[in-house]
């Protein structure tokens, strides 16, 4: 499924749902404990995704997967759990306005993560971009 351009298609519409999971969140924990509310969000991106992997007949049994790919992505999983639970928690207790561009940083970190460990370059125009998004992150997070 490689097309020119697809990249930046999906990357835009991940950017689009990361801001509606901000709003539709804050909303969600308001009146739950974050982490119970992190839990159903988990159950729902797991019966959603299941749905699809079954619709589209892309099921494989793990022990067939190879085994770096199964230990990053358990990492990975663990990583993204963790996050997660930062992230409600987070959203209960502060201004969604100002969690969801913090959380942003997480852009900037894996810049220098996959510069760092994945020998990615980094070019003038990455390293401003980096800059200006953390700088625009920790603005908007200062209190008004």
């Known amino acids: 499924m ?3 351009g697809s990249w930046q298609l999906f990357a835009l519409a991940s950017a689009v749902l990361a801001g509606l999971t901000t709003v539709l969140g804050k909303v969600g924990v308001s009146r739950i404990n974050s982490n119970l509310a992190t839990l159903l969000r988990t159950v729902v991106i797991l019966a959603f995704i ?3 992997v079954a619709w ?3 099921w494989q049994a793990p022990q067939s997967l190879p085994r770096r790919s199964l230990v990053f992505l358990v ?3 663990l990583t993204t759990g963790a996050s997660w639970l930062c992230y409600y928690r987070a959203l209960q207790l502060g201004p969604a306005s100002r969690v969801g561009p913090l959380d942003k940083l997480s852009v900037v970190v894996a810049m220098l993560l ?3 460990f994945l020998g990615e370059t980094l070019t ?3 390293a401003l971009g980096g800059a200006l998004i953390t700088v625009g992150a920790v603005l908007l997070a ?3």
């Open 2 to 4: 490689k097309h020119a």
């Open 50 to 52: 299941s749905g699809i």
């Open 56 to 58: 589209r007949g892309e």
């Open 75 to 77: 990492a990975s999983g």
């Open 114 to 116: 996959a510069i760092v």
């Open 124 to 126: 003038w125009k990455s």
């Open 142 to 144: 200062l209190p008004q």
